[in-house]
């Protein structure tokens, strides 16, 4: 029979992922008595064990495959590359490791009580943790932070429990690289993970259900991405989806149906299921504690993160979309400031998000599709990384660096980028829009040469007249004030 102890605890912060780990770290810092609660050995969670970390560290090493194979066209030929799988496993288990190891360092040095478990409400101001110990500790609380994250969503009808059907946190274990895998869902895990298994060897087929990729994000952009998607994998059916799933001996039968097609049959080894990811909010008692969640799952918060309980919060991919690790660091902090008695809101007015695809995708603030369903009048200017020298340097001309201006002010209101490195230069489009920066403010910021971020620059030089190293007829003559 377990033994249960009744502690009290001022903070308690359910989940150790990047929102419930930098909650915890800064109510330390602020002299809060913290308890964390999750059932990995450290903080972490699904972002640094099972999904950002793990998948960009194997999209490191198919980036590399790639551009060994590319570089033939400088008169550099490498051999075909031997894949140690079990190697590059340790390597990428190792990456997480040190992450992980590092972050329990850091927990310790501000004295957190980490428990290694799981929590449930008994009340807004009792929870039960059942420990990976099997023993139950009772906690009272003065205020709790829901941060448990998400989990991959599934199709219905579909045996999730079979080795030949994978989420994403069982395609990142990497046991093989299947000769023919199958992926349902054209999103951004369903290219990330697809890039890496093609890198490896894999024949890919990806299906989507709707007209384009990574849907919800500007055609011109993904059209980009789409060319060298084309080439990598085997096959890209839109408007198709998944009939049936048949188990067999030795992998799967697949009836795929597209948009007025017949049904085809397709026998694949693997099959990934990439159809999003649903918040982890079941079995934690939420209704006893009087926190409210809408039809999907989500909890109700407000501007503060603040539940419909007054003393517990909710952040990260439990709060809604958009599901992002940094979203939730950043709301972890505006949780415990306001726990902490400070004024504090989370009211962003651009939230970055980057496909780690190659070429990579990376946008904020506005889309063209929700410029134009808030009908805010906006102008468009794009400046195409072949008029760049860095690009050519890289030989990487195919990219675009793209601004969405509000028309009566010039006020930047979006940004997108798709090329190397787009995560990496999208923080500038992020700020320019927090700081209602215009274009005279992007086109008179010195930025350095040769450098990809010069696009930027040229960019709103190009809509303001002309842009050093690019001619458009239709803005020659053209000079603002």
């Given amino acids: 029979m377990d033994e249960k102890t009744t502690d009290p605890a001022e903070i308690v912060i359910i989940g150790a992922g990047p929102g419930g780990y930098a909650a915890a770290f800064l ?3 602020l002299g809060l008595d913290v308890t964390l609660i999750d059932p990995n050995k450290n903080p972490g969670g699904v972002c640094l064990y099972r999904g950002c970390i793990p998948s960009k560290a194997l999209l490191n090493a198919s980036r590399l495959i790639r551009e060994a194979d590319a570089a033939g066209e400088m008169g550099i030929a490498f051999t075909k590359p031997k894949i140690d799988i079990h190697k590059l496993r340790s390597w990428k288990n190792g990456v997480v490791t040190k992450l992980t190891d590092g972050l329990g360092r850091l927990g310790n040095q501000r004295k957190i009580d980490y428990i ?10 009792i929870l039960d943790v059942h420990t990976v ?11 709790a932070v829901i941060a448990t994250g998400s989990q991959s969503a599934e199709l219905s009808g579909v045996d999730h429990g079979s080795p030949y059907i994978l989420d994403s946190e069982a395609a990142l274990e990497l046991e093989d690289i299947p000769k023919k895998l199958l992926i349902v869902g054209g999103g951004y895990i369903g290219l990330e993970l697809g890039t890496v298994y093609a890198s490896l060897g894999s024949k890919i087929t990806l299906v989507e259900i709707t007209s384009g990729l990574l849907p919800g994000v500007d055609r011109d952009l993904v059209r980009v991405l789409r060319k060298p998607l084309d080439r990598l994998f085997e096959t890209i ?3 198709t989806s998944v009939q049936d799933l048949k188990i067999l001996k030795n992998g799967i039968k697949a009836t795929l149906k597209g948009l007025d097609a017949e049904a085809t049959q397709k026998r694949f080894d693997k099959v990934l299921v990439a159809v999003g990811r ?3 909010t079941k079995d934690l008692g939420l209704e006893v504690a009087g926190i409210s969640v809408n039809s999907k799952g989500i909890i109700k918060v407000d501007s503060q993160c603040r539940t419909t309980a007054d003393n517990i919060f909710a ?3 439990v709060a809604g979309e958009p599901m992002l690790a940094h979203k939730a660091s950043h709301q972890g902090r505006v949780a415990v400031e306001v726990i902490a008695g400070r004024k504090s809101a989370f009211e962003p007015i651009a939230i970055p998000a980057v496909v780690f695809t190659d070429p990579e995708i990376a946008w904020a603030g506005l889309t063209e599709a929700r410029a134009k369903e808030m009908g805010i009048e906006f102008q468009t200017v794009r400046f195409p990384w072949a008029a760049s020298g860095r690009a050519m340097t890289i030989g990487r001309t195919d990219g675009l660096t793209k601004l969405l201006l509000e028309k009566q002010t010039e006020r930047v209101i979006g940004v997108g980028i798709v090329g190397p490195h787009a995560g990496e230069m999208i923080a500038e489009g992020v700020l320019a829009i927090e700081m209602a920066a215009n274009t005279t403010d992007l086109k008179l910021t010195v930025h350095p040469h040769p450098t990809l971020t010069e696009t930027v620059q040229e960019a709103a030089e190009l809509f303001s007249g002309t842009a050093t190293h690019y001619f458009s007829p239709n803005k020659a003559g053209h000079r603002n004030p």
Avoid: V, W, Y
């Fill in 278 to 280: 649903r918040p982890d």
């Fill in 133 to 143: 110990e099997n023993g139950t500790r009772e906690l009272s609380f003065q205020h």
């Fill in 315 to 317: 952040i990260g991919d």
């Fill in 237 to 239: 059916a839109l408007n």
């Fill in 116 to 125: 290694r478990g799981k929590a449930k409400f008994k009340g807004n101001h």
């Fill in 27 to 29: 109510a330390a810092d």
